[in-house]
């Protein structure tokens, strides 16, 4: 991965509480499991940057390396990797994410 | 030879699993091939090296194992890590 992509994603993750990297926009996903955690963050009632991977390929593959997780979406709060949508909808379901997300 | 695991479309389900033992050589591995395609794959490791880490540190452990072989010949990967610790921990309930 070259140094650009990397303090691309570092810059991006450190703009906000709260970044989803996804396919297609929280307007309109264009993956059931993005569109998952989507809702996931609507109904937290959470401010959140949505990044759309399919519309920048170099972004997409520099996150693969950068997160050591190779799918999509993937959830950053705080700066750090919380995890796709099987992680978020159990941290969910747990109550846990509400924790994470009060702390951020 | 990146290039080259990239554009294998498949991986026999010994080798997903070989590659996982390169990181885990004393880990209980258990590599099941879920549509027979061998592309889609559920994989039950049990590792002392997942202790003290959340579920997302133990899942990025495999994931950098597999490397690039999770941007080619494999589509999908549910994952199950487990500590030795926890295995033997009594399951409640009954």
């Not at chain 2, 999770?70 to 926890?86: K, Q, Y």
Request: charged letters at 20%; a negative charge.
């Amino acid at each position: 991965m070259n140094t650009g992509i990397r303090e691309r994603i570092v810059a991006t993750i450190q703009s906000k509480p709260v970044v989803l990297f996804m396919k297609g926009n929280k307007a309109v996903p264009q993956c059931g499991f993005s569109a998952q955690v989507v809702g996931i963050l609507t109904r937290e009632r959470v401010d959140f940057l949505d990044v759309d991977v399919l519309a920048d390929p170099e972004l997409r593959q520099g996150l693969k390396e950068f997160s050591s997780w190779p799918t999509f979406p993937q959830l950053y709060i705080g700066g750090k990797l919380v995890g796709g949508a099987d992680i978020v909808t159990a941290l969910s379901q747990s109550g846990e994410l509400g924790r994470l997300l009060a702390a951020s | 030879m990146v290039d080259a695991l990239r554009s294998r479309m498949t991986m026999p389900a010994d080798e997903v699993r070989e590659r996982i033992a390169s990181a885990f050589p004393a880990a209980q591995i258990e590599v099941v091939d879920l549509t027979g395609t061998q592309d889609h794959y559920q994989a039950r490791i049990v590792s002392a090296a997942f202790a003290g880490k959340s579920i997302i540190e133990q899942h990025q452990l495999v994931y950098r194992a597999l490397g690039d072989a999770m941007d080619g010949p494999i589509h999908a990967l549910a994952l199950e890590t487990i500590t030795p610790a926890t295995l033997t921990l009594p399951k409640g309930g009954v």
